[in-house]
C-alpha cells in the first residue's frame, strides 16, 4: 500500500520569502490533515479537511497560511510570507474516516528552514 | 480546548528494563488515546492507542492504561530494546465541534546497550 506522500523533503528558504508543500494523502482516505513540528515539540494541527471541506482550522495564522485541497485528494499549504519561527517539520497525515479518533497516516514531512 | 502534557521529557533505561512514560489531559470529554512512536528523522506512527471505555490494552511488549477519574494515561514498555530508542508522543481526542487530536510534547527515549 502506498504511503502519504509528500514533496519537497527539505526546503530552505529567506524570511518574508513564500513557499508551498504538497501532500498526496492514501487513495480513498477521506481526512486530510497538516500538522506543524517544531523542533523538540508535538506535532501541531494547523488544518483538517475531509474530503475537500475545511473542518478545523483554528490554529492556522491565516494572515500567512493558505491551504487548500482540490477535488479532495491532493493538498497543499502555503506560506507567505514566511516568518523565522515557521522553520519546522510540516506532516501531512490522512485517516479513511471522517474524525481523527482512528489512525493517522503520516508522511515523511517537509522540513523548512526559513533564514 | 484540550490540553495534554506529557513526562518526562527525555527517559533513559538499560536494555531489558521497563519505560513508563505519563500523560496529562485537560478535557474530561477526552475519548481516544494514541501513542506513537517517532525515530530520528522519519514520520511518527501509531504504536497502541486506547478508548476511554477500557482500563488498559496490551500488545506484546507495550501497554497503555488510562485513568479517567485523574485524568492520565500512560505508555508501559517491557523488555526494551535498543530499536526502542525514540521519541513517543501520546494525544488526546475530543469528540466535540473541534474534532481535534492535541499532541503532547514528546518523550525522548534512550536504551543503552
Known amino acids: 500500500e502506498a504511503g502519504v506522500a509528500q514533496s519537497p523533503r527539505y526546503k530552505i528558504i529567506e524570511k518574508r520569502q513564500s513557499v508551498a508543500f504538497w501532500c498526496n494523502p492514501i487513495?480513498?482516505?477521506?481526512?486530510l490533515y497538516w500538522y506543524q513540528q517544531i523542533l523538540g515539540q508535538g506535532p501541531k494541527l494547523l488544518i483538517q479537511?475531509?474530503?475537500?471541506?475545511?473542518?478545523?482550522d483554528s490554529q492556522l495564522p491565516k494572515d500567512r497560511f493558505s491551504a487548500e485541497r482540490l477535488k479532495g485528494v491532493d493538498s497543499t499549504l502555503k506560506i507567505q510570507p514566511a516568518k523565522l519561527e515557521d522553520s519546522a517539520v510540516y506532516l501531512c497525515?490522512?485517516?479513511?474516516?471522517?474524525?481523527?479518533?482512528?489512525?493517522?497516516?503520516f508522511g515523511s514531512g517537509t522540513q523548512l528552514s526559513v533564514l | 480546548g484540550e490540553n495534554v502534557e506529557q513526562h518526562p521529557s527525555t527517559l533513559s533505561v538499560q536494555e531489558g528494563d521497563s519505560a513508563v512514560i505519563k500523560c496529562t489531559y485537560s478535557?474530561?470529554?477526552?475519548?481516544?488515546f494514541p501513542w506513537y512512536k517517532q525515530e530520528l528523522g522519519k514520520r511518527p506512527q501509531l504504536i497502541i492507542d486506547?478508548?476511554?471505555?477500557?482500563g488498559e490494552k496490551k500488545d506484546q511488549r507495550i501497554a497503555v492504561t488510562l485513568n479517567k477519574t485523574a485524568k492520565h494515561f500512560s505508555l508501559h514498555i517491557t523488555e526494551t530494546q535498543p530499536e526502542d530508542s525514540a521519541v513517543y508522543f501520546c494525544a488526546g481526542f475530543v469528540n466535540n465541534a473541534g474534532n481535534m487530536l492535541t499532541f503532547g510534547g514528546g518523550t525522548r527515549l534512550m536504551v543503552k546497550p
Open positions: 487513495s480513498g482516505h477521506a481526512t
Open positions: 497525515a490522512s485517516s479513511p474516516g471522517a474524525r481523527a479518533n482512528e489512525k493517522l497516516f
Open positions: 478535557d474530561s470529554a477526552s475519548n481516544y
Open positions: 479537511f475531509q474530503n475537500n471541506g475545511v473542518v478545523d
Open positions: 486506547i478508548r476511554s471505555n477500557v
